[in-house]
């Protein structure tokens, strides 16, 4: 049961290089979100995918583009990097949920994405 | 607008002190759902708490504890004779719709909690 995988753990890249960010997800969830952690800012939401086939802006969009391969897959890809997205990235699932506690959290993280662009 | 504000940065206690996290929320929904997120030093995300807004009740787990009071749209956290482990950041975060919708979040707390 590995829930939502994220690869690469780390990377380092160089200002003006492009890498994609790889997240898929075994929970058959129907909606999948990148988030960026920066030190004092939370977690903010770059895109999500509400459902197969469709993706939505979220707060700090700019300098990325998503891809939703299917229902499994939601990838982040950065065209030309910047040190300015020096981050921690976090790919999330998340599946409807109703009522109480019970055992559906709702939403599942990966482990994160630990970028440096230099 | 959705908004989660935790105005506390840092928090710093000794080991057997309470110390409570605030959290205040923002929505023009009237369903929505409240967590709490724990970031140990490791960095990945723990799901503590999933609060619906039409459940009032407090809830208590162990050692932590969460007062949800509408009137002050405020859900607070309060960890009981805090330990060394506890030390994280902790984030507060809400959900406008039953699961299909983004998490929007404070931008957490640092508890240091010192022996």
Known sequence: NAGVTQTPKFQVLKTGQSMTLQCAQDMNHNSMYWYRQDPGMGLRLIYYSASEGTTDKGEVPNGYNVSRLNKREFSLRLESAAPSQTSVYFCASSENFLGGQGYNYGYTFGSGTRLTVV | ?115
């Open chain 2, 1 to 115: 607008a959705q908004k989660v504000t935790q105005a506390q940065t840092e928090i710093s206690v000794v080991e057997k002190e309470d110390v409570t996290l605030d959290c205040v929320y923002e929505t023009r929904d009237t369903t929505y759902y409240l967590f709490w997120y724990k970031q140990p030093p490791s960095g990945e995300l723990v799901f503590l708490i999933r609060r619906n807004s039409f459940d009032e009740q407090n809830e208590i787990s162990g050692r932590y504890s969460w007062n949800f009071q509408k009137s002050t749209s405020s859900f607070n956290f309060t960890i009981t004779a805090s330990q060394v482990v506890d030390s994280a950041v902790y984030f507060c975060a809400l959900s406008e719709a039953s699961g299909n919708t983004p998490l929007v979040f404070g931008k957490g707390t640092r508890l240091s909690v010192i022996a």
